[in-house]
């Protein structure tokens, strides 16, 4: 009687056990389906309500090198060729006059090498040695034009010189009187200063030449 007795209420406690775990697996169930978020077809639910970022790689195409081409030769450069083009633009040199050396001759041979009355191209000055007025002019207050015709060597040297025309100016008087060259002591000043130019020689035909070349001096003023 006992053992009936005790047989149904172990069978009654299981039968409430049961309900009771029944009843808590339906409340988990619709706890779990009302409060987590659906899972969508297609995403992966391990990572759902994520978004993979979308990375834009730049494809770069490598620069390919062509072969390398070996530089053109330097153009080998020729001799200049004498050129027959005057140059308007020339420089000129002023320096002061040296005194003449003892034993300087007062004049030189005629011209040497090849000489050309009328070259294509006359020589041009590059250096100019100012003639040192005499005392006499300075005092009687006067101005002396002196025109000079150099001959002139293939290297463009002064070979020798010659007085051709002094003009004589008084002063506040502006006309010019023609006086003989030996009125006034300038010939050696004037010798003294014009063997000092230089020249770039003339040319002819392609080749230096002697000629001769006239020049102006003044003196006072």
Not at 73 to 83: A, D, G, K, T
Request: hydrophobic residues 35%; proline residues 10%; without cysteine.
């Amino acid at each position: 009687m006992n053992t009936n007795r005790t047989y149904q209420r172990s069978e009654s406690a299981y039968r409430h056990r049961i309900g009771y775990s029944i009843i808590a697996i339906q409340i988990l169930t619709i706890v779990l389906f009302r409060f987590l978020p659906a899972v969508h077809p297609g995403e992966d639910p391990l990572y759902f309500n994520e978004r993979i970022a979308e990375i834009d790689i730049e494809l770069i195409e490598p620069t390919r090198q062509g072969r390398l081409v070996p530089a053109p030769p330097r153009p080998v450069m020729l001799p200049p060729e004498p050129s027959d083009v005057i140059l308007e633009d020339e420089i000129i040199e002023l320096a002061e006059p040296q005194a003449a050396e003892e034993g300087e001759p007062d004049s030189t041979p005629g011209p040497t090498g090849i000489f050309v009355e009328n070259p294509g191209i006359p020589p041009s000055v590059v250096r100019i040695v100012e003639a040192i007025t005499p005392d006499q002019i300075r005092r009687e207050n006067i101005r002396l034009e002196v025109a000079v015709r150099f001959l002139i060597s293939e290297e463009g040297n002064v070979e020798d010189i010659t007085i051709e025309r002094v003009r004589k100016q008084e002063r506040g008087n502006a006309d010019f009187t023609i006086i003989p060259p030996d009125e006034y002591e300038i010939s050696e000043a004037i010798r003294r200063a014009a063997m000092q130019w230089r020249f770039r020689p003339a040319r002819h035909e392609g080749m230096a030449v002697s000629t001769y070349s006239t020049h102006f001096f003044t003196l006072g003023g």
